[in-house]
C-alpha cells in the first residue's frame, strides 16, 4: 500500500509550489513594482519557511514523500526530501531572500527594462531548482533539470543585445544537449534494473554490467550532469553567460544552476553507480582526472581576464570541481568535503557577484584594471569582496578553509597524494587571481580621480553582500551551526559508503 498523504509528506511539493505560485502574481503586479517585488520576497521567505521546517525530521531519520502521479508502470512523478535533497534545498533557498533585496537594488539602479519578466523568471527557477533538489528518482529529476534550463534562458538574454543572444543560444545548445544525453542514460538504466529511484549506494549493483556499459553509460551521464557542473570541456557556456545581470549570475550561476549540475554528480555517483561499481570499472579515477585537470586549467584561465565577471566566472568553474573531487574520492572525509564546499562556495561566490554588480550599477566599471583604489570610495563592497576571496583561497577562519580542509584530508584517507597536491596548487592560484584585485582596491592610488565623487552603491544592494560576507564568516567559525550543514553531509555520506 501506498504511504498515507501526510502534512509533512506534502512540504517538498509545496515548497516547489510556493514559487511557481508567484510567477502570475508578479506578472499581474507589472504596474506596481512595489507590489511585484513583494511578491518575490513573500515567495522567497515562505519557501525557505517550508524547507527549514524539514530539517528536524530529517535528523532524525524520517524523510517527507510523496508520490505525484505514475507515466507507466513504476515509472512514478515522486518528491521525496532525503538529506542530499534538504541541504542543497536550503542552500538555493536561503541565498534566494538575499539575492531578491539585492535584485531589487540591481534592476532598480541599473533602470533595468523587462523587470517583470526577471522576476517571474526568477520564480520559475527556483521552483525547479528545488524540484531538482527533491527529486525522488531519475525521472523527476530530468524533468525538473530541463524546466531550469527552460526557465533559466530568459534571463541569460536579459539585456536582448546581440551578446546576450549569442550568450543564451550557447547556453541552450549545450545544456538542451546535455538534457537530452540524460534523457538517454536514464531510459538505459531503466532496461538494465527496472527502477529509477535514487537509492544510497547505487541502483546498478544489481544490474550485470561489464566494462564498456559501464563506462558508456556513465559518460552519458556525466555529459548529462557535466554541463551545468562546468567540468571541462563543457565549460564554456558558463563564461558566455557571465553576460547576463549580475543577480542571475550570483545566484543561478554560482548557485542554483551550477550547483544543480554539481548536485546531480552525487546523485549519479552515490545513487545511480554507487561506490562498488564506481571503483570496479575505475569510473572515479576518471572523474579524479577530469576534476583536477578541470581545477587546474580554470585557474590559469582566471588569471588571464580582466573582465571582473568572467574571472569570477572561471574561478567557479574550478571550484565545481572541487566539489566533483570530492564525490570522486569515495572516502568518508573527501565526500563531506565535497559537499560542504557546496555550501561555502555558493555563500561566497554570491558575496563576490553581488561586489561586482554593486561596482557596476554604482561607477560603471567592470574590468580590474579600472579599479585601483575603489576600496576607498566602496569599503563595505571591496571589504565583503576580500572576505570571499580569502575564503574561496581557503584561509582560515573563513568558510572556504573547512571544505578545503576535509577534501584534503579525504585525500590521504583514500590513499591518493595527487588530488592533495591538486588542491595546494589551487589554493595557490587563487591567490595569484584575486589578492591583485584587492591590492588594486585598496592598496594603489587612484589618480585618474575616477571614484572621488562616488560612495558605496544602495543599502538594497550592499546589506545582502555584507550579509553573505557575514554567513562566510560565522559558517567559518562554527560549519554546523544553523542548518546543520555537517550533519547533513555526514548523514549523505554515510548512507552512500
Given at each position: 500500500m501506498d504511504a498515507p498523504v501526510t502534512y509533512a509528506s506534502l512540504v517538498p511539493l509545496w515548497a516547489i509550489l510556493v514559487s511557481l505560485a508567484a510567477v502570475p502574481l508578479i506578472v499581474l503586479s507589472d504596474r506596481w513594482r512595489n507590489l511585484r517585488e513583494g511578491w518575490s520576497l513573500l515567495a522567497a521567505f515562505a519557501k525557505f519557511a517550508l524547507v527549514l521546517s524539514l530539517i528536524p525530521d530529517a535528523l532524525a531519520g524520517k524523510i517527507a514523500e510523496t508520490s505525484l502521479f505514475e507515466l507507466a508502470p513504476g515509472v512514478v512523478f515522486a518528491l521525496r526530501a532525503d538529506p542530499l535533497g534538504i541541504f542543497f534545498a536550503v542552500i538555493a533557498s536561503g541565498l534566494w531572500i538575499f539575492t531578491t533585496f539585492y535584485a531589487i537594488g540591481y534592476m532598480r539602479g541599473n533602470h533595468e527594462k523587462r523587470q517583470t519578466r526577471f522576476f517571474a523568471s526568477f520564480a520559475l527557477s527556483l521552483s525547479a531548482t528545488l524540484g531538482i533538489a527533491f527529486s525522488a528518482n531519475l525521472l523527476t529529476f530530468l524533468v525538473f533539470f530541463e524546466v531550469l534550463t527552460i526557465a533559466t534562458y530568459p534571463l541569460v538574454i536579459h539585456k536582448e543585445t546581440e551578446e546576450a543572444k549569442r550568450g543564451g543560444r550557447k547556453y541552450l545548445v549545450y545544456t538542451l544537449t546535455a538534457g537530452n544525453l540524460l534523457i538517454v542514460a536514464t531510459v538505459w538504466t531503466w532496461n538494465l534494473v527496472g527502477t529509477l529511484d535514487f537509492v544510497p549506494g547505487g541502483i546498478l549493483g544489481a544490474a550485470a554490467l561489464d566494462g564498456g556499459t559501464a563506462l558508456a553509460l556513465f559518460l552519458l551521464f556525466l555529459g548529462g550532469v557535466g554541463v551545468k557542473a562546468g567540468i571541462m570541456p563543457l565549460h564554456s557556456w558558463l563564461p558566455s553567460a557571465m553576460v547576463a545581470p549580475t543577480p542571475v549570475s550570483a545566484l543561478l550561476h554560482a548557485v542554483a544552476v551550477v550547483k544543480s549540475g554539481v548536485f546531480g554528480v552525487y546523485r549519479v555517483v552515490g545513487f545511480v553507480f554507487g561506490p562498488e561499481v564506481m571503483t570496479r570499472f575505475g569510473l572515479n579515477t576518471l572523474l579524479l582526472v577530469l576534476a583536477g585537470t578541470t581545477i587546474l586549467v580554470?585557474?590559469?584561465?582566471?588569471?588571464?581576464?580582466?573582465?571582473?565577471?568572467?574571472?569570477?566566472?572561471?574561478?567557479?568553474?574550478?571550484?565545481?570541481?572541487?566539489?566533483?573531487?570530492?564525490?570522486?574520492?569515495?572516502?568518508?572525509?573527501?565526500?563531506?568535503?565535497?559537499?560542504?564546499?557546496?555550501?561555502?562556495?555558493?555563500?561566497?561566490?554570491?558575496?563576490?557577484?553581488?561586489?561586482?554588480?554593486?561596482?557596476?550599477?554604482?561607477?560603471?566599471?567592470?574590468?580590474?584594471?579600472?579599479?585601483?583604489?575603489?576600496?576607498?570610495?566602496?569599503?563595505?563592497?571591496?571589504?565583503?569582496?576580500?572576505?570571499?576571496?580569502?575564503?574561496?583561497?581557503?584561509?582560515?577562519?573563513?568558510?572556504?578553509?573547512?571544505?578545503?580542509?576535509?577534501?584534503?584530508?579525504?585525500?590521504?584517507?583514500?590513499?591518493?597524494?595527487?588530488?592533495?597536491?591538486?588542491?595546494?596548487?589551487?589554493?595557490?592560484?587563487?591567490?595569484?587571481?584575486?589578492?591583485?584585485?584587492i591590492h588594486r582596491a585598496f592598496f594603489r592610488a587612484d589618480v585618474e580621480g575616477r571614484y572621488a565623487e562616488h560612495g558605496e552603491a544602495s543599502v538594497l544592494m550592499v546589506a545582502p553582500l555584507v550579509g553573505t560576507a557575514l554567513l562566510a564568516v560565522i559558517f567559518g567559525i562554527a560549519p554546523d551551526l544553523g542548518p546543520r550543514f555537517y550533519a547533513f553531509a555526514r548523514m549523505v555520506v554515510e548512507g552512500i559508503l
Open positions: 580554470s585557474s590559469l584561465l582566471a588569471m588571464r581576464q580582466d573582465n571582473l565577471k568572467r574571472r569570477l566566472a572561471y574561478s567557479t568553474v574550478g571550484h565545481l570541481s572541487y566539489i566533483v573531487l570530492g564525490a570522486a574520492l569515495l572516502s568518508t572525509t573527501g565526500m563531506v568535503g565535497g559537499l560542504m564546499h557546496i555550501a561555502s562556495h555558493a555563500v561566497m561566490k554570491i558575496t563576490l557577484f553581488f561586489c561586482a554588480g554593486a561596482i557596476y550599477v554604482n561607477v560603471h566599471r567592470e574590468n580590474i584594471s579600472e579599479l585601483d583604489g575603489i576600496g576607498k570610495a566602496m569599503p563595505w563592497t571591496m571589504g565583503a569582496f576580500s572576505i570571499g576571496a580569502m575564503g574561496l583561497a581557503g584561509i582560515p577562519p573563513i568558510y572556504g578553509f573547512a571544505s578545503k580542509w576535509l577534501l584534503g584530508a579525504g585525500s590521504l584517507e583514500a590513499g591518493l597524494w595527487i588530488p592533495l597536491v591538486v588542491l595546494l596548487l589551487s589554493g595557490v592560484l587563487n591567490v595569484a587571481y584575486f589578492f591583485p584585485i
